[in-house]
């Protein structure tokens, strides 16, 4: 069963446009975290959130976490054509095994 | 390249057959995770070894099996292949948990059972 659920699942924007991407989950967790993913690719690792954490800056990528909602967001500013990937939330639980739990993924087109 | 090494890229074969994946981590990383992707399915773990050591399991049929070598590279054996089990498959790995940096992935194995 998939841990993150990532909304919305699709979006297309304008070159230069903000894209906000949310990620709620269900278990309490260590750390989340944020990969992308080009077509038919290996996941990127993108940022890291611990849960004591609130809020973590990467270039032109922002996260936030709320640990009372257990949910997340990803914001790309200024987005590029080159952004066009997949994006996927990745919860790891502070309960049970080892092991990172991917969400369904956000699709995002930036068009030029 | 992201210091993770998958082998083969692509492997097609027939239902039945029995195929071995293999993944090298990146130098230094002692935790080793499988995914399978599918487009139905999304990005479901696996199997998890930490130096040698089997750590976690996931969503692993009882026809696949994996294991984690003194070098720590990895395998991951997928036997009586079935069409459902065409997907991509990944390797990852990590420092303890990946708390620090999150995980590395490999470029994936597609595999293709007709």
Not at chain 1, 82 to 94: G, K, L, R
Request: one cysteine or more; proline letters at 2%; a neutral charge.
């Amino acid at each position: 069963s998939q841990q993150g659920e990532e909304d919305p699942q699709a979006l297309s924007i304008q070159e230069g446009e903000n894209a906000t991407m949310n990620c709620s989950y269900k278990t309490s967790i260590n750390n989340l975290q944020w990969y992308r993913q080009n077509s038919g690719r290996g996941l990127v690792h993108l940022i890291l959130i611990r849960s004591n954490e609130r809020e973590k800056h990467s270039g032109r990528l922002r996260v936030t976490l709320d640990t009372s909602k257990k949910s997340s967001s990803l914001l790309i500013t200024a987005s590029r054509a080159a952004d066009t990937a997949s994006y996927f939330c990745a919860t790891d639980s502070a309960q049970g095994a080892q092991k990172l739990v991917f969400g369904q993924g956000t699709r995002l087109t930036i068009n030029p | 390249d992201s210091g993770v090494t998958q082998t083969p890229k692509h492997l097609i074969t027939a239902t039945g057959q029995r195929v071995t994946l293999r993944c090298s981590p990146r130098s230094g990383d002692l935790s080793v995770y499988w995914y399978q992707q599918s487009l139905d399915q999304g990005l479901q773990f696996l199997i998890q070894y930490y130096n040698g050591e089997e750590r976690a399991k996931g969503n692993i049929l009882e026809r696949f099996s994996a294991q984690q070598f003194p070098d720590l590279h990895s395998e991951l054996n997928l036997s009586s292949l079935e069409l459902g089990d065409s997907a991509l498959y990944f390797c990852a790995s990590s420092d303890y948990r990946g708390r620090n940096y999150g995980y590395t992935f490999g470029s994936g194995t597609r595999l293709t059972v007709v």
